[in-house]
C-alpha cells in the first residue's frame, strides 16, 4: 500500500494566521482526500482532490476557508485560512482506492 | 445520507477478555467495510477491510470481523484483549455512491486493564 509522508506533524499558530499542510505520497494516486478529526471525536472529510480539476468539498467546508492545491498525482496541500481556535483539529490526508491508507496527521493548535 | 453507528462510546475490560465491538450502517447499496485503531498519540492503521467475498474477515494483531448483510452489521471480535490493545476503534464505510470517501463512526474507546 502507498506511504505518505504528511507536513508539519504538528504546530501552534496565531488566530487569524494560515498554515499549509503538505501531503507526499510514494506512488500515483488518482484521489487524495483530506480528513479533519477534532478534538475527542470521530474523523470528518473535508474534501477530495483529483489532480487537475478543482477539488469537491463536502457540507459544511468551504474553498475560501480549506483551499486545496493537487498539483500532481503525488503531491497534495490543505490549507486552514484565517485561523480560529476552533480549526484546532488533527487533519489528515488519506489516499487509495482499497485500503485507504492514511498520514500520520498534522496536530494544529490555534491560539 | 448514510451513517455509520457504533455501539459502545467506551469499553473497559481487563486482559485476556473476549472483546466484541458493534458498527452498523445505514446504505442500502454494495458497501466496503473498514475497522481502524488509533493508538495513544498516534496515527490511524489499518485493522481490516471487507469488500467482498467471505464475510468472515480477519487482520491484523488477532482481529476479526464479521459482515452481515442482513443486519446492516460490520462487527470486530476479539477472543482475548491484552493491555496493549487500549485503542480507540473505528469503524468505517464507503459506498458506490461515494467512491472513496470513508464515512466513519464515533469511535470507540477500549481500555484493556491488566
Known amino acids: 500500500s502507498a506511504v505518505i509522508s504528511q507536513k508539519p506533524s504538528r504546530d501552534i499558530c496565531q488566530r487569524g494566521t494560515s498554515l499549509t499542510i503538505q501531503c507526499q505520497v510514494d506512488s500515483q494516486v488518482t484521489m487524495m482526500f483530506w480528513y479533519r478529526q477534532q478534538p475527542g471525536q470521530s474523523l470528518t472529510l473535508i474534501a477530495t482532490a483529483n489532480q487537475g480539476s478543482e477539488a469537491t468539498y463536502e457540507s459544511g467546508f468551504v474553498i475560501d476557508k480549506f483551499p486545496i492545491s493537487r498539483p500532481n498525482l503525488t503531491f497534495s496541500t490543505l490549507t486552514v485560512s484565517n485561523m480560529s481556535p476552533e480549526d484546532s483539529s488533527i487533519y489528515l490526508c488519506?489516499?487509495?482506492?482499497?485500503?485507504?491508507?492514511f498520514g500520520s496527521g498534522t496536530r494544529l493548535t490555534v491560539v | 445520507a448514510q451513517s455509520v453507528s457504533q455501539h459502545n462510546h467506551h469499553v473497559i475490560l481487563s486482559e485476556a477478555a473476549s472483546l466484541e465491538l458493534g458498527c452498523n450502517y445505514s446504505?442500502?447499496?454494495?458497501?466496503?467495510l473498514f475497522w481502524y485503531v488509533q493508538y495513544p498519540g498516534q496515527h490511524l492503521q489499518l485493522l481490516l477491510k471487507?469488500?467482498?467475498?467471505?464475510?468472515l474477515v480477519k487482520g491484523i494483531k488477532g482481529f476479526e470481523a464479521e459482515f452481515i448483510k442482513s443486519k446492516f452489521s460490520f462487527n470486530l471480535r476479539k477472543p482475548s484483549v491484552q493491555w496493549s490493545d487500549t485503542a480507540e476503534y473505528f469503524c468505517a464505510v464507503s459506498t458506490t455512491d461515494s467512491w472513496g470517501k470513508l464515512q466513519f463512526g464515533a469511535g470507540t474507546q477500549v481500555v484493556v486493564t491488566p
Open positions: 488519506s489516499v487509495g482506492a482499497r485500503g485507504y491508507t
Open positions: 471487507y469488500f467482498s467475498g467471505d464475510p
Open positions: 446504505y442500502g447499496g454494495t458497501v466496503n
